[in-house]
């Protein structure tokens, strides 16, 4: 049987990056897009002859997720795996957040997973297999104050995932997302909360009594529905958001 093939964006670190060691572990080629090149060089350093492939890219660019894949089929004519990792966020309220940051987290957010489906898909409608999941959050479902931007473009990947869904579920492709809460030991949390401290807000870690579970996700609790979903056991879902989030948001 030919190798899986899977193309990860935001792979050098958190969730991202988590996806990638367990793909890995089990035999899949894996194509890994960030744009920390410095980070991507460590991973492809540590990858100790795993059929690990490193890719710099913008995912907010048009121009460069357009280079990325066309850098990806030189090496492999077939995608069977997406996962859409990467994203950022800013802390501000809607009246002081300037339209630089909105588009800002807009374009690498929800532009990024637009264009990193769309030209993915393409390949996978001619496979007629694939699955695609998107990385979206609980903010999702439920728009938090000084959060905005964050929320409306993870509100996005989740209508986009649904749409998506609905026009290519009779090809063998599955299209679904991921809702996590609070993820530590990642990059967007330590920012998130850097920026939460330098304005006297409260951290991810003093809301912990919010959490049912009691702790925050580690970048490994989100891997693990992931590769579900990739897998043939989820074969018959598509469409979905699911909840990674420690009994925080339930609907």
């Given amino acids: 049987m030919d190798r899986k093939v899977a193309v990860i964006t935001g792979s050098a670190s958190g969730i991202g990056k988590a996806c990638l060691e367990r793909l890995l572990s089990q035999g899949v080629e ?28 913008d995912i907010g660019s048009e121009e460069s997720v357009r280079s990325s894949i066309e850098q990806i089929s030189k090496v492999t004519s077939r995608i069977d795996y997406l996962i859409n990792s990467a994203g950022i966020d800013h802390l501000d309220r809607i009246a002081e957040c300037s339209f630089s940051d909105w588009r800002r987290i807009l374009s690498v957010n929800l532009d990024g997973t637009f264009l990193m489906c769309q030209a993915v898909v393409r390949k996978m409608i ?8 998107n990385v979206a959050s609980w903010l999702a ?33 599955t299209v679904n997302s991921v ?15 850097t920026q939460s401290l ?15 579970m009691g702790r925050m996700a580690v970048p490994d609790d989100v891997a693990g529905v992931i590769l579900f979903l990739l897998s043939d056991d989820a074969a018959y879902m598509t469409g979905q958001a699911i909840n990674v989030t420690g009994g925080l948001w339930m609907n």
């Fill in 30 to 57: 894996v194509f890994a897009l960030d744009r920390d090149e410095v980070a991507l060089a460590r991973l492809k350093a540590a990858s100790e002859g795993k059929p690990l492939h490193t890719v710099v890219v």
């Fill in 126 to 133: 001619a496979q007629r297999s694939g699955r695609i999941v």
């Fill in 141 to 173: 479902k439920a728009g938090m104050a000084g959060h905005g931007p964050y929320a409306a473009s993870k509100f996005g990947i989740v209508g986009l995932t649904q749409s998506l869904a609905k026009e290519v579920a009779d090809l063998g492709i």
């Fill in 179 to 193: 809702c996590p809460g609070p993820v530590e030991h990642t990059q967007m949390r330590a920012e998130a909360d």
């Fill in 198 to 212: 330098a304005r006297g807000l409260s951290t991810a870690k003093d809301r912990l009594h919010l959490i049912p």
